[in-house]
């Protein structure tokens, strides 16, 4: 099994959205580092301002380098030139947004390890679990930039293994955790954010329920829970 912390800024957040900057470390399953890779991308597309504003990218900065495609692929000194190796475990802060642009260049199947899925589980009573956040409120290692990749993923590497460490376990099995739904404490968003699921009303548990089809599999599982 192979072990990636991966990370992305696209254009947008929109179902459109391209990468404009792409990120991986691999790791043992012990966290050691064994190779580390960034390239910034040419999205081919137009980076909103708001995209901009976040990682400080624009058009301009992207144009001379490779698409995603070519990078993966490209017998170049600038490309990564390969697929990543599977099968593996994709490490991510909200990883199945970043799974959308980099999942498609894994040889191999693979599983995917969510470090905001656990830090939500573990932390419910945090001011709010972006990775900014949680390297003050944990008092992680801070590297880089917040919001470019490898600052990013380094983030990421820190707060998945204190995960770990907090848990308990393993890196293959919080890996093997993480294919289970998980309950959590708090409602994650809209109008009851931050409430406890068993102070929240049970008439909006019910219409989150029927009328949100694309709710995560921990939300989903935990209002399951809370209706019965």
């Given at each position: 099994?192979?072990?990636?912390?991966?990370?992305?800024?696209?254009?947008?957040?929109?179902?459109?959205?391209?990468?404009?900057e792409i990120g991986f470390i691999e790791i043992d399953e012990d966290f050691n580092i064994l190779q580390s890779q960034e390239s910034i991308i040419d999205?081919?597309?137009?980076?909103?301002?708001?995209?901009s504003g976040i990682h400080g990218l624009t058009n301009k900065d992207c144009e001379t380098y490779p698409t995603i495609a070519e990078w993966f692929s490209a017998d170049d000194p600038s490309c990564y030139g390969k697929p990543l190796a599977g099968p593996a475990v994709l490490?991510?802060?909200?990883?199945?947004?970043?799974?959308?642009f980099l999942g498609e260049y894994v040889d191999g199947p693979f599983t995917e390890l969510c470090s905001l899925r656990w830090a939500r589980r573990?932390?419910?009573?945090?001011?709010?679990?972006?990775?900014?956040?949680?390297?003050?409120?944990l008092d992680l290692p801070?590297?880089?930039?917040?919001?470019?990749?490898?600052?990013?993923?380094?983030?990421?590497?820190?707060?998945?293994?204190?995960?770990?460490d907090r848990t308990n376990m393993t890196l293959p099995q919080l890996a093997e955790?993480?294919?289970?739904?998980?309950?959590v404490q708090t409602v994650p968003f809209g109008k009851w954010k931050g409430t406890p699921f068993a102070k929240t009303p049970r008439?909006?548990?019910?219409?989150?329920?029927?009328?949100?089809?694309?709710l995560d599999m921990d939300t989903?599982?935990?209002?399951?829970?809370q209706l019965k």
């Open positions: 099994m192979r072990y990636y912390v991966i990370d992305s800024e696209t254009t947008g957040i929109d179902t459109n959205a391209a990468a404009c999205p081919q597309q137009l980076i909103s301002p708001a995209a490490i991510g802060h909200k990883v199945a947004f970043d799974v959308r573990l932390y419910p009573d945090s001011d709010n679990h972006q990775l900014s956040t949680l390297k003050f409120a801070r590297e880089g930039t917040a919001h470019r990749v490898m600052a990013d993923i380094m983030a990421t590497y820190w707060l998945t293994r204190h995960i770990c955790a993480s294919l289970q739904p998980m309950e008439s909006y548990l019910r219409w989150m329920s029927e009328n949100m089809a694309d989903r599982y935990t209002l399951s829970l």
